[in-house]
Nanobody, 124 residues
Framework: QVQLVESGGGLVQPGGSLRLSCAAS????????MGWYRQAPVKEREWVAT???????LYADSVQGRFTISRDNAKNTLYLQMNSLKTEDTAVYFC??????????????????WGQGTQVTVSS
């Protein structure tokens, strides 16, 4: 059973910073792509950023230059450093991962694993 657990959310003033973490646990063999998504009230979930296993990154235009995605492969942990936060960044932030897990004597791909989310509120 693979689990993703986000942490680091909270209340911050506009212009402030937060660092989110997402720890993966379970019978993990390797982690391929990982990403952050967010969902604001009465809006659909939207993609924020992605990091591949080789460290290459992609960002949504709305966060480019303000957010930095990174990962620590030794700790199976994903991060999102959020700077210059705006009120429109308020949302529940979710991490997502594409993993290879150990299943008995074989490996199995778990392509779409989600965490439970962490609330980020940007308000004065």
């Amino acid at each position: 059973q693979v689990q993703l657990v986000e942490s680091g959310g909270g209340l911050v003033q506009p212009g402030g910073s937060l660092r989110l973490s997402c720890a993966a646990s379970g019978s993990i063999f390797s982690i391929n792509e990982m990403g952050w998504y967010r969902q604001a009230p009465v809006k659909e979930r939207e993609w924020v950023a992605t990091i591949a296993s080789d460290g290459s990154t992609l960002y949504a235009d709305s966060v480019q230059g303000r957010f930095t995605i990174s990962r620590d492969n030794a700790k199976n942990t994903l991060y999102l450093q959020m700077n210059s936060l705006k009120t429109e960044d308020t949302a529940v932030y979710f991490c997502n991962a594409d993993l290879m897990v150990v299943a008995g004597t074989a490996l199995r791909r778990e392509a779409d694993v989600w965490g439970q989310g962490t609330q980020v509120t940007v308000s004065s």
